[in-house]
């Protein structure tokens, strides 16, 4: 296994729609795969003003046998 991450990023979404959307994915992937969730936000002068985005990131165990990356 390896760990492995998927992002939901809008400027335009809700915190609410975003973290749903990151909530349903995270079920999908279930308790025993999922690592952390976490989130961000930048630009604007507020949390979706001009230039505004946020981020919600699942990282999780990815099942597909890969080889190692060289290091």
């Known amino acids: 296994m390896r760990a492995t991450f998927r992002q939901f990023v809008s400027a335009t979404e809700s915190w609410e729609t975003l973290f749903a959307r990151a909530a349903d994915f995270a079920t999908e992937v279930g308790r025993d795969r999922?690592?952390?969730?976490?989130?961000?936000?930048?630009?604007?002068?507020?949390?979706?003003?001009?230039?505004?985005?946020?981020?919600?990131?699942?990282?999780?165990?990815?099942?597909?046998?890969?080889?190692?990356?060289?290091?």
């Open 34 to 71: 999922l690592i952390s969730i976490s989130h961000s936000h930048g630009g604007g002068t507020e949390m979706f003003g001009s230039g505004g985005s946020g981020v919600v990131t699942v990282w999780y165990w990815d099942q597909a046998d890969r080889p190692s990356r060289p290091a």
